[in-house]
C-alpha cells in the first residue's frame, strides 16, 4: 500500500506540468518562463521532469539541461525551506558582506559547496545583486528584504525563524496528535 | 574647474505639479530601500490617522478637490536610500527622512491639520550640520538634475491616470498621429542621445538603421536585465515609473515600425517585474496598447519577460537567444539586431533609461536635452552612488558634472566603514562595474561623459559609482570583479572564458603571496589578450578592472609582490600575527583565548605569537583589551 501515494504524487506532478506546457503551447521558444514556472512550483527542477518537458517540447534533453544550467535562477537540487540570500555586489562587498556569509555558513554548517543545510531547512547563496546597494550590505530571506546587516543581526534572525519553526513544529505535532485521537472513528 | 561652457543646470524636483489641484498630497516612497526599512507599516499608520483626523482621503486627483481632501500615495525610489523610510508632503515642499510608524500621528496633527513641521524628522546636514526643510534646501537633490528620476519620486507607479495627468502617454500620442517615423528618428538623432546601458551608441542612428529595413515584422526590446553589481538605476525607474518605459516602447516601436515590444526584466527584481506587467495590463484597458493604438489603426503588443539569472544577456545578441528560449551565448555582429535580430527580424533593444529618455526629447524638445550635459553626452545620466559616502542613493546629474560634486557634495564625502564621514580618507571610485576601472584623487576634476571616461581606461557602463576609502585593497576590489566576470563568462570565446579564470588565479597569487616579478606584466599581457580576442562586450570589458588598478595602484600591487604585505590588511594571507611589545601589559587574556596555543609569555611581560602556530582566527585580537594584537 505504501506506493499508493507515491504514485498518485507523481501523476500530480505531470498534470502540473502539463498545464505549464499547455499555458506555453508546448512551444521550444517559452522554455525558459516554462521552467521557471516548473521551479515555482517545486522550488526546483526535478531530473525526470526536465526529461519530460524535452520530451513534449520535442527537442533533446540536452538543450533543457543546456538551458537549465546555464541560467544562476534555476536550481537542480532541493532547496530548503529558508532561503537566506546574500548580496555580493560591488557595494555589499566593499562594506562587508562576507563576513556575513562565513557567519551564516558557521551557525547552519553550510559551505560555498553544500548551499542547503542537513536538515532541509536552510539554504544558504550569494547573489550578485539584488539593486538594493544604499542599504548594503543586504540579506534577503524569504523575500523579506534586511539592510545594513551585521554577523550578529544575521544570527540573530536566524534564531528568530529556529524559534518560529520549533513552535510551529510543536504546534503542529499537537494538532496532529489531536487529529490522530479525534479522527479514529472516521477510520 | 574645466571649462563646460554647455553644462545647463536644470531646475530642481518639484516643478512639475502645476498642472494639478493643489491639493495636499503625502507620499511614501515604496521603494526597495525604504521598503526594508518598514515603509510599509508607516502607509498603514498614514491610513489609520488620517481617517480618525477628520480628513478626506482621496483615492484620485480631481480637479474639484477640497481643502480637507488629502492624497495619500505610494512613489518609486525617492533615491534618498540611506535616509528611508522618505515622506514627502506636496506642495508644503516638506521631505520627512527616517519616519517610523510612531511618527505618523505627530506628521498628520502637526503639518497636515495644523500646517507646522515637524523638525526632528526633517533631513540634518552632518558636514553643515543645516536642518533641510525639504529638496531644494537638501544639499543631496538640490545640486542633482532629476530629470529621469523625478517623477519616479512623485507618480504612483500603480496609477496609469496620475501619469496621464502628468502629461503621460503624450509624447507616444504625438509619435503616432502626428509624426512620421523618419521624423520621430530625426529628433532623437538631433537630440544627440546615447544609449544608457552602456556602450554609448547613439540612438537615433540605431533607430534609423532597424526603420530602413523592409519587413512585415520588427521587434522593440527594452533592457531591463540590469546585472553590473552595484546598480540600480534601472531597477528604480522600472518599479517607480514603468508607464514612461512603456511609453518609450511605444515611440521606439512607431520610429522603426515595429509591433511587437517586450520589456526583459532581471528575475532579481520582483518588484520590478510586477509593476510593469501591471502598467502594460493597464495600458491595454485604456486603449494605448492593443488593435487600435491612439486610433490610428495600428497594432501594438508589449510582453514581459523574467530573465534567468545571467549577467551575459545583458548583451543584445546574447538577450536574444534567451528569449528564443535557448542558452543566452553573444552571436558575432554583423549582422546587427537593427537588421536582423529576434527570430531573424529586425530588432531594436534599448536600456530601461534610454527610453525614458526618449519621451522626455519629444516632450521637450531635442533643442532643451542638447543644452544639458556636454557637446558629445548630452542630457543626463543617473548613478548609483553607493560604499563608502555618506548619501548613498540615486543621483542624476548632467554629463560634465566632476566626480568631486557627486562624491563630495552631493554625497556627503567619503565615510569609515562603520559609515561616519570622515576628512580625505577617499581612495577610488569603481565605475562603470565590472567592464568598467577606477578613477582615482587625481580624477576628481574629470568632467564625467563616454569619451573622457573611456580615456583614462573607465567607462560610463550602466552608471554603478561605488566609493572608497583608504582602507579598501584594490587588488582585492580587481579579484572581486575578476571572480563576478569569470563565473558569468558564457564560455564561448576561450579567451574570455579561460583567460579570465588565469587572471583571476594570478589575483589570487598576489593576495596569497606567490606572486614574484612576472606576474604584474603577465597580468597586463593577458589582460589586453582577452579585450582582444573576445566577441562580446563582457569580455571586451572583463579585464578593465585588473588593468585599471594595475595602471594607478600599481605600488599597492608591488607591495603585495615584493614586500608581502597589504597596506590594508585586508589580504589576509599576508598578515603576520603580531603583539605590540609597547601596548602589552601581559595579562594573559590573549593566551586563554588563542585556541592553538600559539602564544607564550611570561605574566607582566609582553607576549608573542608563534607564526607556524597561529591561524589567524583573531580571537586574541578581539580579546585584548589593550588592541596590542595586530596581523590577525
Known amino acids: 500500500m505504501a506506493s499508493a501515494p507515491v504514485a498518485i504524487d507523481s501523476a500530480m506532478k505531470f498534470e502540473k506540468v502539463c498545464d505549464i506546457l499547455a499555458r506555453h503551447q508546448y512551444r521550444p521558444s517559452g522554455l525558459i518562463p516554462i521552467l521557471q514556472a516548473v521551479q515555482h512550483e517545486y522550488q526546483y527542477l526535478p531530473e525526470e521532469i526536465l526529461t519530460y518537458v524535452a520530451t513534449a517540447l520535442d527537442v533533446p534533453p540536452a538543450r533543457v539541461y543546456g538551458v537549465a544550467t546555464f541560467y544562476a535562477h534555476f536550481a537542480l537540487e532541493p532547496k530548503g525551506k529558508h532561503v537566506i540570500r546574500i548580496c555580493d555586489g560591488t557595494a555589499c562587498h566593499v562594506k562587508q558582506s562576507l563576513p556575513v556569509l562565513n557567519a551564516l555558513h558557521q551557525k547552519l554548517g553550510t559551505s560555498e559547496k553544500q548551499k542547503t543545510s542537513p536538515d532541509m531547512m536552510f539554504t544558504v547563496e550569494t547573489v550578485a545583486c539584488l539593486g538594493a546597494c544604499g542599504l548594503a550590505p543586504v540579506v534577503v530571506i524569504d523575500e523579506q528584504v534586511y539592510g545594513q546587516i551585521t554577523p550578529e543581526r544575521a544570527i540573530a534572525l536566524v534564531n528568530e525563524i529556529k524559534l518560529q519553526e520549533s513552535t510551529q513544529s510543536h504546534v503542529s505535532e499537537m494538532t496532529a496528535a489531536q487529529a490522530v485521537n479525534g479522527g479514529s472513528n472516521a477510520c | 574647474m574645466p571649462a563646460n561652457e554647455n553644462l545647463v543646470v536644470l531646475p530642481a524636483v518639484g516643478n512639475k505639479t502645476n498642472q494639478l489641484p493643489q491639493v495636499r498630497r503625502v507620499i511614501l516612497c515604496a521603494g526597495t530601500g525604504c521598503m526594508a526599512n518598514g515603509a510599509m507599516k508607516v502607509f498603514e499608520r498614514f ?56 511618527d505618523v500621528a505627530d506628521i498628520v496633527a502637526q503639518t497636515l491639520l495644523g500646517g507646522e513641521v515637524v523638525e526632528r524628522l526633517l533631513y540634518k546636514d552632518p558636514s553643515t550640520r543645516k536642518t533641510c526643510r525639504g529638496v531644494e534646501d537638501n544639499p543631496f537633490y538640490a545640486r542633482q538634475s532629476r530629470f529621469v528620476l523625478n517623477e519616479c519620486g512623485l507618480l504612483d507607479p500603480e496609477d496609469i491616470h496620475e501619469y496621464m495627468l502628468h ?85 521606439a516601436a512607431r520610429a522603426i515600425g515595429a509591433n511587437e515590444t517586450l520589456v526583459y526584466v532581471r528575475a532579481e527584481y520582483p518588484l520590478a517585474v510586477e509593476r510593469m506587467k501591471r502598467a502594460v495590463a493597464d495600458a491595454e484597458r485604456e486603449g494605448i496598447l492593443g488593435d487600435d493604438v491612439f486610433g490610428t489603426g495600428l497594432s501594438l503588443k508589449c510582453s514581459v519577460m523574467e530573465g534567468a539569472g545571467a549577467f551575459v544577456c545583458g548583451e543584445e545578441t546574447a538577450m536574444i537567444a534567451s528569449i528564443e528560449g535557448l542558452r543566452g551565448m553573444p552571436s558575432p555582429k554583423p549582422p546587427f539586431p537593427a537588421q536582423s535580430g529576434l527570430w531573424g527580424k529586425p530588432t531594436i533593444i534599448n536600456n530601461v533609461e534610454t527610453l525614458a529618455h526618449v519621451v522626455r526629447i519629444l516632450n521637450v524638445g531635442p533643442e532643451v536635452f542638447r543644452s544639458i550635459g556636454t557637446k558629445d553626452s548630452p542630457g543626463t ?17 548632467p554629463f560634465g558634472t566632476t566626480l568631486r560634486e557627486i562624491v563630495q557634495n552631493i554625497g556627503g564625502g567619503v565615510t569609515d566603514d562603520a559609515g561616519k564621514p570622515i576628512k580625505g580618507g577617499f581612495k577610488a571610485v569603481q565605475i562603470g562595474g565590472p567592464s568598467g576601472g577606477c578613477l582615482t584623487q587625481d580624477h576628481l576634476d574629470l568632467p564625467l561623459a563616454y569619451e573622457s571616461l573611456r580615456a583614462v581606461g573607465a ?120 603583539i605590540i611589545a609597547a601596548k602589552c601589559k601581559g595579562c594573559g587574556v590573549c593566551i586563554k583565548a588563542c585556541p592553538t596555543g600559539a602564544i607564550t609569555g611570561e605574566k607582566k611581560m609582553p607576549h608573542s605569537i608563534d607564526p607556524e602556530l597561529c591561524i589567524k582566527c583573531g580571537a586574541c585580537a578581539a580579546a585584548c583589551k589593550l588592541h596590542a594584537v595586530e596581523g590577525v
Open chain 2, 459 to 578: 567607462m560610463v557602463g550602466s552608471g554603478g559609482l561605488v566609493v572608497m576609502n583608504e582602507r579598501t585593497c584594490m587588488v582585492n576590489i580587481a579579484h572581486f570583479f575578476m571572480e563576478f566576470t569569470q563565473r558569468e563568462s558564457c564560455g564561448k570565446c576561450v579567451l574570455c572564458r579561460e583567460g579570465t579564470k588565469q587572471l583571476l588565479a594570478l589575483l589570487g597569487d598576489v593576495m596569497e603571496g606567490r606572486a614574484t616579478a612576472d606576474t604584474l606584466d603577465l597580468m597586463e599581457k593577458l589582460g589586453r589578450a582577452v579585450q582582444v580576442g573576445s566577441l562580446c562586450g563582457l569580455g571586451k570589458t572583463a579585464p578593465n578592472p585588473v588593468l585599471s588598478t594595475l595602471r594607478y595602484f600599481r605600488k599597492e600591487y608591488e607591495e603585495h609582490v615584493f614586500e608581502k604585505r597589504c597596506r590594508t590588511g585586508q589580504c589576509k594571507s599576508l598578515l603576520k600575527p603580531e
Open chain 2, 381 to 397: 545620466k543617473t548613478f548609483a552612488l553607493t560604499g563608502h559616502v555618506a548619501n548613498t542613493g540615486l543621483v542624476e546629474v
Open chain 2, 47 to 102: 491610513q489609520q490617522e488620517i481617517a480618525g483626523s477628520g480628513l478626506n482621503v482621496i483615492l484620485e486627483l480631481r480637479p474639484e478637490a477640497g481643502d480637507r481632501d488629502v492624497r495619500l500615495s505610494k512613489s518609486g525610489c525617492q533615491g534618498f536610500c540611506q535616509m528611508g523610510p522618505l515622506v514627502s508632503v506636496v506642495p508644503d515642499g516638506i521631505l520627512y527622512t527616517r519616519v517610523k510608524a510612531t
Open chain 2, 167 to 251: 502629461g503621460g502617454y503624450g509624447a507616444a500620442k504625438k509619435a503616432f498621429v502626428s509624426m512620421l517615423p523618419e521624423e520621430i528618428c530625426k529628433t532623437i538623432s538631433e537630440s544627440g542621445l546615447r544609449g544608457r546601458g552602456g556602450g554609448g551608441f547613439p540612438t537615433g542612428r540605431k533607430w534609423d538603421a532597424a526603420r530602413v529595413q523592409n519587413s512585415a515584422k520588427k521587434y522593440v526590446i527594452c533592457n531591463g536585465d540590469e546585472g553590473d553589481p552595484g546598480a540600480f538605476m534601472n531597477r528604480s525607474v522600472m518599479e517607480g515609473n514603468p508607464h514612461s518605459v512603456i511609453e518609450g516602447l511605444l515611440i
